[in-house]
């Protein structure tokens, strides 16, 4: 049993993946001795204003428990899609809350089944769309069944204060933003972290208008299946790919349609999710980030600078948060996590990178509970308005405003020779060309494997450095440190001999052969007793695909006019970093990244349900002269 309340590892066939709201087994009864000593679980089908009830499990803080606070308490409560598991007011859970901190303080905790989702009624909705004004008991969302649920506890659960606090990871992040609109006075403090905000727009679903092919397959496939509620849950079979390989699994599979073969009709959100492949009504109606308005309660907005699946949805819920709300105290952590890692393990490594500290525990303890007992108890701290770990430096950095005030804009031009630099380049004619073959695409690993594999966000990058089919740009060594703060900006200026492509774009930190000080290999450790030489390593901080049809539109995409040279900007999620001294900046730019997101035949089609001879090779021209300079811009914060 996982450290994290309602956590599990769920071990998807195409990511690996942990959610909030899902356990794998029964906490034995040594693991659940403290919950089941100081609260008393009590189980409710609460009734919403249309007549639907949803299921509750309370757990109250029994009397003389907590001899320090003997209360009143406040709640603290998720809603989820994924079960409240253990079911039955004779079974407890292993432990409650967020973190260690909150069972031990004294809380009455509360988890809850949403609409249509095992012992709740209703019918389920993917991402529910907010209705902004409801005109009868029949129109309900999260916000009103939040406020429904709210009203039945505070009259029935003895020894409350009358304060509410709500969070949740993922889903139930989603939950969590969606619960405080037109929030219940009662409510206080909210906490979404790593939130599903607009799941076309960079969150799990489409990223740049290429679809992740990988992990929504992986995803999709074996979840949400229709059910008949109430309903207790039943294991879920994650699928059989065959073959340790996804990428030859999802090579021969042809078009993404063509997987519908393996599901056997049974996964109709899949079915949404590659069908959808514009910015229509569906997508726009479930953005919550339009809807942010008339929050009255504390908002902490947490992310981490390396979640694979939803990197954008806290920056797009904090500018919401602030901009509708703008009297509403609201914090953003960023912190250098994977999804859900700061609840779960200590954060002081992803794959071969070291940040030196435990940065996940020092998230629990000193800024996500002190957060809750401030606004909850009276107690905590209030926080700045960004809270973010630095990597490079390996330190936490606070700021009044993100992205940071004095950030100066910079471009990073390409030049010809694969040099990189600041300086704009001055030559009438000057490009590089490559030639993108959609079915021998760049993969996204270096490796065999069959999984989204979690660290792919930090791994050296050296394995496609050399494949003809990726342009490679670098700067000199660094003279001294430099600190980007902020968003990333791509502006290319490219032709294509296709009527559409893919330009993905990734920024690297590239490690010296030798430290600058010492003359000696950097970055020395041991992984699994053998050596590992972090000298020449390439690491991976940002990368993002763009479609080159949605250039001017994601609703309404355009073909690309062979040979014709063509603007394409687009903005990749924020980060805090420093290329330390010594080190070098680089820039990939490539046309396939398989099968993290799907192909692009490179010709003008309706992609999911491509045919084989849609699928060309295309010659991909990227400029760098004078009147048409391609580069990344990126802000820069002044070094002290």
């Given at each position: ?30 693991a ?28 109250v ?25 253990p ?11 967020p ?9 009455i ?85 790593a ?55 999802f ?15 049974a ?19 479930r953005?919550?980030?339009?809807h ?43 912190g ?93 004619a ?26 792919y ?12 089919d ?79 049809k ?66 060309k ?24």
């Amino acid at each position: 049993m996982l450290t994290l309340r309602r956590f599990v590892c769920v071990i998807f066939a195409a990511q690996i993946l942990v959610l909030p709201g899902l356990r794998s087994q029964q906490p034995t009864p040594q693991a659940d001795e403290f919950v089941r000593a100081h609260y008393t679980k009590y189980e409710y089908r609460i009734p919403m204003r249309d007549g639907v009830r949803l299921f509750t499990a309370v757990y109250v803080p029994k009397a003389s428990a907590f001899p320090q606070d003997p209360g009143p308490y406040p709640f603290l409560m998720e809603r989820t899609p994924y079960n409240v598991e253990p079911y039955g007011e004779d079974r407890y859970p292993a432990q409650l809350g967020p973190s260690d901190e909150f069972e031990k303080s004294g809380y009455i905790f509360v988890y809850q089944d949403v609409r249509g989702r095992w012992m709740s009624e209703g019918t389920f909705v993917e991402m529910r769309p907010h209705i902004d004004e409801k005109k009868s008991p029949q129109d309900v969302d999260d916000s009103s069944d939040t406020y429904d649920t709210i009203e039945f506890l505070l009259k029935r659960v003895p020894n409350n204060n009358g304060k509410v606090g709500i969070w949740g990871i993922s889903y139930p992040g989603f939950y969590t933003s969606a619960s405080i609109i037109d929030s219940h006075p009662a409510i206080a403090a909210a906490s979404p972290q790593a939130p599903m905000t607009d799941l076309f727009l960079g969150d799990d679903s489409y990223h740049g208008g290429a679809f992740m092919l990988a992990a929504g397959f992986g995803f999709y496939a074996p979840f949400f299946h229709p059910q008949q509620n109430p309903v207790l849950p039943t294991p879920e079979k994650p699928f059989d790919f065959g073959t340790p390989d996804n990428y030859k699994f999802f090579l021969q599979a042809g078009n993404v349609a063509s997987l519908d073969k393996y599901l056997d009709g049974a996964a109709w959100m899949w079915d949404d999710q590659y069908k959808h492949d514009t910015y229509d009504d569906y997508w726009q109606s479930r953005d919550l980030s339009r809807h942010m308005k008339n929050i009255k309660c504390a908002v902490l907005v947490v992310g981490g600078w390396y979640d694979a699946e939803d990197l954008e949805g806290p920056y797009r819920t904090f500018y919401a948060v602030r901009k509708f709300n703008p009297e509403t105290p609201a914090t953003l952590v960023e912190g250098p996590w994977v999804h859900g890692g700061w609840a779960r393990n200590d954060g002081d490594h992803l794959g071969d990178v070291q940040f030196n500290a435990k940065t996940s525990l020092y998230f629990r303890a000193d800024i996500q509970f002190p957060f809750f007992e401030h606004y909850l108890k009276g107690a905590g701290k209030t926080l700045p308005t960004a809270i973010v770990f630095e990597t490079g430096t390996n330190v936490w950095r606070r700021y009044d405003e993100w992205p940071p005030k004095n950030a100066v804009a910079k471009t990073l031009y390409f030049h010809a020779g694969g040099k990189l630099s600041f300086d704009r380049p001055g030559e009438t004619a000057s490009s590089d060309e490559y030639l993108s073959d959609p079915n021998h695409p760049v993969p996204f690993v270096g490796s065999t494997t069959d999984t989204v594999p979690q660290r792919y966000m930090v791994d050296d990058q050296r394995f496609t450095s050399y494949r003809p089919d990726v342009l490679v740009y670098e700067t000199d060594p660094l003279t001294e440190d430099m600190t980007i703060a902020g968003p990333i900006s791509p502006h290319l200026k490219v032709a294509s001999s296709g009527t559409d492509s893919d330009f993905d774009v990734k920024l690297i930190d590239v490690y010296p052969d030798e430290d600058p000080d010492t003359g000696t290999a950097p970055n020395k450790r041991v992984i699994d007793a053998l050596p590992l030489h972090m000298g020449g390593y390439e690491q991976l901080l940002r990368g993002e695909p763009f479609r080159a049809k949605f250039r001017a539109s994601w609703e309404k995409p355009e073909p690309l006019v062979p040979g014709k040279e063509t603007d394409l900007d687009f903005t990749m999620p924020d980060l805090d970093h420093t290329f330390r001294r010594g080190h070098r900046i680089m820039i990939q730019v490539e046309s396939s990244w398989f099968p993290l997101t799907d192909r692009n035949p490179q010709t003008f089609t309706d992609i999911p349900y491509a045919r084989p001879e849609d699928f060309k090779k295309a010659t991909e021209t990227v400029f760098h002269q004078k009147d048409a300079a391609s580069g990344v811009e990126v802000l820069v914060l002044p070094q002290p």
